[in-house]
């Protein structure tokens, strides 16, 4: 038995330092896992349906729908689905309303900007008021840790604008206007004075891009845009240290909460299909909007005057608590 050991017994000074996780990143770690495995299950099935597709058309027969479990094509929401539904109908209404524009034009006029500063201080600004109002009336939001709140909505706020702007683009006249309100119409093409022509044409092609994906179902906008500032680390700016969360579990969990009402909300309303390829789209425009955020991050970083310019929506996030 001597002869299966080495004569002599290695030593070991310990584990080194970089590979000793923190609880959030191992909690981080696991997620990301979990959610690379239900991609993976989303794109294996996906193909599964394409292959099987593509051989009853040649077949001229039906696919097979016996290769998923017939429990996968039968989605109903439940009255408390509903309910969630309707109290986020209700609180992106109140959110609105708590927070109309004044002293611009009213619609249908177009109020025009010319520079950065008038695009942080007022549209951007005013998106910040609503988004905030928002998320604080979603009920499993207001359960997580207070810092916690505040650290997701001040390093996601960017991306939820640029999501919200699916709500309220109109792809045909190239304006942004928030719907049911007398609020002023912003002229898409602003960009290009404020920011660039590049950075308008790739906000205009998200915009659409995603509009024709969810299908013009305004509720998918809704619940994306709570999965979006439930998302730590989404938009990981390399000059800004973002805060490691107080309790990174009950903030997963409230997303998942809602990643799963998006699911069942879309299966309920396109069937599982549909579902499946709108779920595969969306994660590669979810990575537009972050690209977006983060361009838009860029350059008020590199403005001289981004202090006074974030002054009103730092204002806004105080707000949060």
């Known amino acids: 038995m001597q002869g299966l050991f080495p004569p002599k017994c290695i030593k070991i000074d310990g584990m080194r330092k970089e590979w000793i996780m923190t609880d959030e990143e191992k909690q981080m770690k696991k997620q990301k896992i979990e959610t690379n495995r239900r991609l993976k299950e989303l794109s294996v099935n996906y193909q599964t349906y ?178 979006l500032i439930c998302s730590k680390g989404f938009c990981a700016y390399e000059y800004m240290q973002e805060p490691i969360l107080n309790n990174t579990i009950n903030v997963y969990n409230v997303q998942n909460i809602y990643i799963d009402l998006l699911w069942l909300y879309c299966s309920n309303q396109f069937g599982y299909w549909r579902t499946v390829n709108l779920f595969s789209k969306l994660l590669t425009r979810f990575m537009s909007i972050q690209i977006l955020a983060k361009d838009m991050r860029t350059i008020l970083h590199h403005q001289p005057s981004i202090d006074q310019k974030l002054v009103p929506l730092m204002k806004s996030l105080m707000l949060l608590t």
């Not at 898409?188 to 659409?208: E, G, N």
């Not at 998918?220 to 999965?227: F, M, P």
């Open 50 to 227: 394409v292959d099987n597709s593509d051989q009853a058309s040649s077949d001229t027969v039906s696919p097979d729908t016996n290769v998923l479990p017939q429990s996968l094509f039968s989605v109903s929401l439940t009255q408390s689905d509903w309910t969630k539904l309707h109290d986020i109908q209700t609180a992106y209404t109140n959110a609105v309303k708590m927070n109309s524009v004044e002293g611009l034009h009213r619609y249908p006029s177009i109020e025009t900007f010319s520079s950065t500063d008038q695009l942080i201080n007022i549209p951007t600004n005013i998106a910040s008021l609503r988004l905030i109002a928002y998320i604080k009336q979603i009920p499993e939001f207001q359960t997580l840790n207070e810092d916690d709140k505040v650290t997701l909505v001040k390093y996601n706020i960017l991306a939820a604008i640029f999501m919200h702007g699916v709500l309220i683009y109109d792809p045909l006249n190239d304006t942004f206007h928030e719907h049911n309100t007398d609020d002023y119409l912003f002229d898409a093409k602003d960009f290009i004075t404020t920011i660039s022509l590049d950075f308008y044409q790739q906000t205009t092609y998200v915009m659409k891009d995603l509009i024709q994906i969810v299908e013009h179902d305004r509720m998918i906008v809704k619940i994306l845009i709570i999965i």
